[in-house]
């Protein structure tokens, strides 16, 4: 049985690995954050073995300036689709490309239309 490694840890080496490569290669200078926020035990570090038969997957947020969002969005949901894995150590990945206020605005409940492109979990 393999050894268990924490969500979190696993989206980091996703990040690391595969997605900043994709992203410097294809938007060389396009300034972005990255991080794993949401719902998930793997989001607070409480994951486990058990964790993974339900909703659990390396996944990351990537977060644009409100402009480049605008401009570069979907350019980059189109790149990551493309170029990211459909699994990473075993696991399913997933992606999301945001700007920060359209993110907030999503989880307040103040808009309709998600910016995301692949499914997680």
């Known amino acids: 049985m393999p050894v268990f490694v924490p969500g979190a840890e696993l989206s980091r080496r996703l990040y ?9 290669a294809r938007f060389p200078g396009l300034p972005h954050s ?17 964790s993974t038969d339900h909703d659990w997957t ?9 402009e480049d969002e605008r ?8 790149a990551l689709a493309q170029d990211l894995p459909s699994a990473f150590a075993g696991h399913p990945t997933g ?3 945001w700007s920060v206020r359209s993110y907030v605005r999503r989880q307040l409940g103040r808009t309709s239309t998600a910016t995301s492109s692949r499914a997680t979990g």
């Open 58 to 66: 390396p996944r990351v947020l990537i977060f644009l300036a409100e």
């Open 34 to 50: 990255a991080a794993l926020l949401g719902r998930g035990s793997e989001v607070l570090g409480f994951d486990d073995e058990m």
């Open 71 to 78: 401009q570069h969005g979907d350019a980059v949901r189109e």
């Open 95 to 97: 992606f999301e490309v």
């Open 16 to 24: 690391d690995d595969v997605v900043h490569p994709v992203l410097r």
